[in-house]
């Protein structure tokens, strides 16, 4: 089983940043994919950005250029740096932690909510 616990989440003014971590703990294997997902009230969750443990990052094209994602596997940790951010980012954030062996294991957290609004 793995546990994960998000950090970081607030209000901030448009074109304000913050720093999103995610903190893993349990079974977790070398190879795995983390990542963050947002939820607006009323829509889906999308992906926002996601990290494989060999460092490869894939972004949402809505936040691209202005999101960045990291990992410190030493700390089994994945962070969100958003910058620029706008209105509509304003939902609610969550980590993911996504590892094969003989069968697909996914993991969410609890989710964190950022809001952008002045």
């Known amino acids: 089983q793995v546990r994960l616990v998000e950090s970081g989440g607030g209000l901030v003014q448009p074109g304000g940043t913050l720093r999103l971590s995610c903190a893993a703990s349990g079974s977790i294997f070398s190879f795995n994919t983390m990542g963050w997902y947002r939820q607006a009230p009323g829509k889906q969750r999308d992906l926002v950005a996601t990290?494989?443990?060999?460092?490869?990052?894939n972004y949402a094209d809505s936040v691209k250029g202005r999101f960045t994602i990291s990992r410190d596997d030493a700390e089994n940790t994945v962070y969100l740096q958003m910058n620029n951010l706008k209105p509509e980012d304003t939902a609610v954030y969550y980590c993911?932690?996504?590892?094969?062996?003989?069968?697909?294991?996914?993991?969410w957290g609890q989710g964190t909510q950022v809001t952008v609004s002045s």
């Open positions: 990290i494989t443990s060999s460092g490869s990052a």
């Open positions: 993911n932690l996504n590892q094969v062996r003989f069968r697909i294991y996914n993991y």
